[in-house]
């Protein structure tokens, strides 16, 4: 393939790993969210590039928290959080400011009990897309 035509191909790719990293995050299916989500930062640059791999960052939070690795589960917590809050204004694909508030009050009381055995699924964090936040 030449490179003009990786170039055409790399908006719908990253475009694609978003949709399908999004699906599989408010699926619960955490580690392939992230592995979605790395497939697009990895062909990113920029703002989208942050953006992937704060996504990317949210879900292995969660993947660790749901195994109850509470100290890898931290980590990618304040990752996640460093590099989504400059972004809480500037994306359309997805309400960033809506997760960072979800994952804070998901995350954050379990990491501060040092216990993750009541995560129920109905109750995980989603990636809800534009600014209209799902009720």
């Known amino acids: 393939m030449t490179d003009r035509a990786q170039d055409v191909q790399a908006p719908d790719r990253r475009a694609q790993a978003l949709k399908e990293?999004?699906?599989l995050f408010n699926?619960?299916?955490?580690?392939?969210a992230h592995e979605a989500f790395e497939e697009g930062w990895l062909a990113a640059e920029?703002?989208?590039?942050?953006?992937?791999k704060g996504l990317l960052q949210a879900s292995v939070c969660l993947y660790h928290l749901s195994r109850s690795n509470l100290k890898g589960a931290g980590s990618?917590?304040?990752?996640?959080?460093?590099?989504?809050?400059?972004?809480?204004?500037?994306?359309?694909?997805?309400?960033i400011a809506a997760l960072l508030d979800d994952m804070e009050g998901f995350v954050l009381p379990r990491l501060a009990d040092g216990e993750a055995s009541d995560c129920e699924a109905a109750a995980w964090p989603r990636i809800h897309l534009g600014t209209e936040r799902a009720e």
């Open 21 to 23: 990293g999004i699906e």
């Open 27 to 32: 699926a619960g299916e955490f580690l392939a």
């Open 46 to 52: 920029g703002e989208r590039a942050r953006l992937l």
């Open 76 to 95: 990618l917590y304040r990752g996640q959080r460093r590099l989504l809050g400059p972004l809480v204004h500037q994306t359309e694909q997805a309400d």
